[in-house]
T-cell receptor, first 115, second 112 residues
Framework: QQQVKQSPQSLIVQKGGISIINCAYE??????FPWYQQFPGKGPALLIA?????SEKKEGRFTISFNKSAKQFSLHIMDSQPGDSATYFC??????????????FGQGTILTVHP | NAGVTQTPKFRILKIGQSMTLQCAQD?????MYWYRQDPGMGLKLIYY???????DKGEVPNGYNVSRSTTEDFPLRLELAAPSQTSVYFC???????????FGDGTRLSIL
């Protein structure tokens, strides 16, 4: 079974600091790596995504770093704000067999940004 | 701008009862999905559909059933509720299997 492992489980950061969430996957049959942001009582919403032929993607304060050889990718939130407090999920999209097109999610990270 | 609408938002069931979680989308998406979210476990795919009349099992389908008679609706049925089905259920849709998924706000289900 394809797996995506996410850490840490929870993270507390001061306003203005950098939040870093890490994910690792165990199967090479993935072709797309999105990050989702979820606020309490809401569904996950796509935040940013990357393909494995790119090592970094930046959108505003959010950056994904991707290390294909290590099968790891991470989300960096620069200048973290209290409004960034949410649960973050990494995911990986399958390319082959019964996993084609399906997302495998990490376990989630609860981010709290203190003012 | 409704997107994906799930009803009800909350429900408490007794063991052995049945119920249907409703999901509707107004984006004319052909793909629809049901996930369950448990603390510390991420989201697990229960069932998905690539179009009206076509459904298939995901990672954790046991104890659930689905149907897809229209493009817009994708209900999830629990026939004999069990405590292990206590969870938050999310419905999602996408315009093709390789496009971003749009999620509803979930149904929080407790089985006692």
């Amino acid at each position: 079974q394809q797996q995506v492992k996410q850490s840490p489980q929870s993270l507390i950061v001061q306003k203005g600091g950098i939040s870093i969430i890490n994910c690792a996957y165990e199967n090479t049959a993935f072709d797309y790596f999105p990050w989702y942001q979820q606020f309490p009582g809401k569904g996950p919403a796509l935040l940013i995504a990357i393909r494995p032929d790119v090592s970094e993607k930046k959108e505003g304060r959010f950056t994904i770093s991707f290390n294909k050889s290590a099968k790891q990718f991470s989300l960096h939130i620069m200048d973290s704000q209290p409004g960034d407090s949410a649960t973050y999920f990494c995911a990986a999209r399958g390319t082959g067999g019964t996993s084609y097109g399906k997302l495998t999610f990490g376990q989630g990270t609860i981010l709290t940004v203190h003012p | 701008n409704a997107g994906v609408t799930q009803t009800p938002k909350f429900r408490i069931l007794k063991i052995g009862q049945s119920m249907t979680l409703q999901c509707a989308q107004d984006m004319n998406h052909n793909y629809m999905y049901w996930y369950r979210q448990d603390p510390g476990m991420g989201l697990k795919l229960i069932y998905y559909s690539v179009g009206a009349g076509i459904t298939d099992k995901g990672e954790v389908p046991n104890g659930y059933n689905v149907s897809r008679s229209t493009t817009e609706d994708f209900p999830l049925r629990l026939e004999l509720a069990a405590p292990s089905q206590t969870s938050v259920y999310f419905c999602a849709s996408s315009n093709g299997g390789r496009q971003p998924q749009h999620f509803g706000d979930g149904t929080r289900l407790s089985i006692l």
